[in-house]
């Protein structure tokens, strides 16, 4: 069985940054071949796409988090990360990953992020 764990949201003030990470542990082997999300859920709203990084490297962002967030991975420790900056009172949600290969697809159970002065 594999597990994801989110960790690092918290309570941060506008224009703040935070770093989420996503742990991977469990039966899962080559981490390194898997494609990575990050999705978040804003209060009263749809899950909705924020970045992607794909096992090759590429990567993909929400416009509107474009230049504030990076994600990245280190398949060492078999965590993906998203690094996010000058937070706005719009980023506030709860952020999920996801990795996913042709075969298998994984969610974390959430980090909550609250962007308020």
């Known amino acids: 069985q594999v597990q994801l764990v989110e960790s690092g949201g918290d309570l941060v003030q506008p224009g703040g940054s935070l770093r989420l990470s996503c742990v991977a542990s469990?039966?899962?082997?080559?981490?390194?071949?898997?494609?990575a999300i990050w999705l978040r859920q804003p209060p009263g709203k749809q899950r909705v796409f924020v970045a992607s990084?794909?096992?090759?490297?590429?990567?993909n962002y929400l416009d509107s988090v474009k230049g504030r967030f990076t994600i990245s991975r280190d398949n060492t420790k078999k965590t993906v990360y998203l690094s996010m900056d000058s937070l706005r009172p719009e980023d506030t949600a709860v952020y999920y990953c996801?990795?996913?290969?042709?075969?298998?697809?994984?969610y974390g159970q959430g980090t909550q992020v609250t962007v308020s002065s």
């Open positions: 990084l794909f096992s090759g490297g590429s990567t």
């Open positions: 996801n990795i996913y290969s042709a075969t298998n697809n994984f």
């Open positions: 469990g039966a899962i082997s080559e981490f390194s071949t898997y494609h």
